[in-house]
């Protein structure tokens, strides 16, 4: 675990640590998309990462998918958000506000404005979905207009513009796990045949699209983004073939000077080394199911500049220093990772508790 503790440069900060929190969705927000009133002291108990990036918020009531998530377009929200990034700074951390728009993974139950959910394509996901009363077939998507893709592309920007008022270090784009960015990306989920679907390049154009709008507003140095190649969350099915879109989109990516790059990676070692030659810029890895022996093999064989972990960042806090220390983790529990209060939030016990 040589290198798990330097210190690392993110476009115009330098982390203290190259252990980033990947992004978790808690389901804790008021029901106005504003942070709850805990979300200061849950981030701030885990501000020795060296990277937060905080759970998915929608930039519009559209991009909501899943129930009490928050959003980045409201005064209320940046004013919510302001108390977590300044949290997160009093104790020493660094946060970046992750951009989910849903697109069809969403259920009208669940959104403010109960309209249906939109999409590439009028495809539904073939998923459920937790809504006030119990699971749901998620419904069947509209197909957004071409105008309409515009104008997503500007919530993107604005959320930008107010997740950095409200005083984060950057924002991560949302490209994986099956939401808007990669259902484009995706060809069974993208059946378009304008400029946005067909081919590879315009499948990918609507992330470099948003990724260009959101650079523009807030500066490369201040984006990442996240994909999951293969992943086949919600519904997609990308294959092996799958990959070339991620080839081009990496290759288009990597010219802008992004602030760095997040992969969720599923096991496909050549895949990762890949993307290694075609990224220039700095690379978060995350494997789910990671084994704690396995976390700095991606930092010692030079894939990886930061290595994100979910589960083991929302059960410990002090996760940095129960490895400093070789202590034994808290075990998560399953039941309390969606909506409640403190109890699996903020309750999760400090080593010297
Ligand atoms: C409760 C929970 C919520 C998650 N929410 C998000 C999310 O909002 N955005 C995202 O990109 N990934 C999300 N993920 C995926 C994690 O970022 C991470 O990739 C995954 O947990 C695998 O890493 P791990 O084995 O270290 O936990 C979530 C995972 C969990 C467990």
């Given at each position: 675990m040589k290198n798990l503790f330097e210190e690392v440069r993110i476009g115009d900060v330098t982390l203290k640590n190259r252990l980033g929190m990947a992004p978790m969705t808690r389901s804790r927000a008021l029901p106005d998309g504003t942070p709850g009133e805990l979300a200061a002291e849950y981030y701030g108990q885990r501000a020795s990462f060296g990277l937060i990036i905080s759970e998915g918020t929608q930039p519009s009531d559209d991009g909501q998918g899943y129930l009490n998530t928050p959003g980045i377009y409201t005064p209320s929200h940046i004013e919510g958000w302001k108390?977590?990034?300044?949290?997160?700074?009093?104790?020493?951390?660094?946060?970046?506000?992750?951009?989910?728009?849903?697109?069809?993974?969403?259920?009208?139950?669940?959104?403010?404005?109960?309209?249906?959910?939109?999409?590439?394509?009028?495809?539904?996901?073939?998923?459920?979905?937790?809504?006030?009363?119990?699971?749901?077939?998620?419904?069947?998507?509209?197909?957004?207009?071409?105008?309409?893709?515009?104008?997503?592309?500007?919530?993107?920007?604005?959320?930008?513009?107010?997740?950095?008022?409200?005083?984060?270090?950057?924002?991560?784009?949302?490209?994986?796990?099956?939401?808007?960015?990669?259902?484009?990306?995706?060809?069974?989920?993208?059946?378009?045949?304008?400029?946005?679907?067909?081919?590879?390049?315009?499948?990918?154009?609507?992330?470099?699209?948003?990724?260009?709008?959101?650079?523009?507003?807030?500066?490369a140095d201040k984006t990442g983004i996240r994909f999951s190649p293969q992943g086949t969350l919600n519904g997609i099915m990308e294959g092996e073939s799958g990959n070339d879109a991620y080839r081009y989109l990496i290759g288009e990516l990597n010219k802008l000077g992004l602030a760095y790059l997040h992969i969720m990676n599923f096991g496909n070692e050549p895949f990762l080394q890949e993307i290694r030659q075609l990224w220039t810029h700095p690379l978060l890895v995350n494997r789910p199911g990671r084994s704690l022996d396995n976390l700095s093999v991606d930092l010692d064989n030079g894939v990886a500049d930061v290595v994100t972990v979910g589960v083991w960042a929302l059960a410990n806090p002090d996760f940095i220093e129960r490895l400093k220390q070789n202590a034994h983790l808290n075990e998560v529990d399953q039941n309390t990772l969606y909506g409640g209060d403190e109890k699996g939030y903020t309750d999760y016990p400090f080593l010297n508790q």
């Open positions: 108390k977590i990034t300044s949290r997160v700074h009093n104790e020493g951390g660094r946060i970046f506000i992750q951009l989910m728009h849903a697109g069809r993974v969403s259920h009208p139950d669940n959104t403010p404005h109960h309209r249906q959910a939109v999409a590439p394509s009028a495809i539904a996901p073939g998923v459920e979905m937790f809504t006030a009363e119990g699971m749901k077939d998620i419904p069947t998507p509209r197909e957004l207009g071409q105008n309409e893709i515009k104008e997503v592309i500007q919530e993107f920007r604005t959320a930008a513009a107010a997740a950095i008022e409200a005083g984060a270090d950057g924002v991560e784009i949302h490209g994986a796990n099956g939401y808007l960015i990669q259902q484009f990306i995706s060809e069974n989920s993208n059946h378009r045949t304008d400029l946005y679907g067909g081919s590879i390049e315009n499948r990918a154009r609507f992330a470099i699209e948003v990724t260009k709008a959101v650079i523009d507003e807030i500066g």
